[in-house]
């Protein structure tokens, strides 16, 4: 099956070559897309062997990834691995995650932090994850616990779904992506994952994450189920 990594950056001019590079490696093309970046990310991308598609403004995650993700179904690709440009998803892990995706033959295949038992949050933090986990597990019908994880591997046909419609919203394009897959009858799986505390760049603030969580609380609690498509 025809795979490619799709890196969504933005400012991670320190990392963002060494995560092509582990790419390389592996053998697996990568597609960088900066998102309006002010630095030099594109360039480092770009030395490093990777296809760059730039954005003249920033858009966010959600964004990024649409953009990857039509740019892989345009060029033939079937599958695609969403992988961070700050070196937090362990390549290793790759293995682990397109084993799954073949194994049970699903459509997205999420890198769970928390199903190896190593992986260390915060007790509110850890507390609201497991419990936005229960939540959307119920919905879906499937068990997932890292349901905010972005190392994920997107299989056709749900790739050319999300290349049309694909949430923008910071943690939409997680959460709700979720949501998005169960409505169009996208079979889901997850599979532990190896990933590493954030060596460079800036995280989302905890003010900032926390406005978007209340927005993702309140498009779950009024957006109605839907069944499956």
Known sequence: MKTIAVIPAYNEEETVGAVVGQLDELGLAAVVIDDGSSDRTAERAAAAGATVLRHPTNIGVGGALRTGFAYAARTGHERVICVDADLQHEPSSIGELLDAADTTGAELVIGSRFAGGTYQVSGSRRLLMKALGRWIS???????????????????????????????????????????????????????????????????????AAGHLLRLFLVLVVTPRRGRA
Do not use: C, K, N
């Open 138 to 208: 119920r919905r879906v019908g499937s068990e997932l616990d890292d349901v905010t994880s972005g190392f994920r591997v997107i299989t056709e046909p749900l790739l050319s779904r999300f290349a049309a419609d694909y949430p923008a919203e910071f943690l939409g394009d997680t959460v709700e992506a979720i949501l998005q897959a169960h409505a169009s009858g996208a079979r889901i799986a997850q599979t532990g994952v190896i990933m590493a505390p954030r060596p460079a760049g800036e995280a989302t603030s905890r003010f900032h």
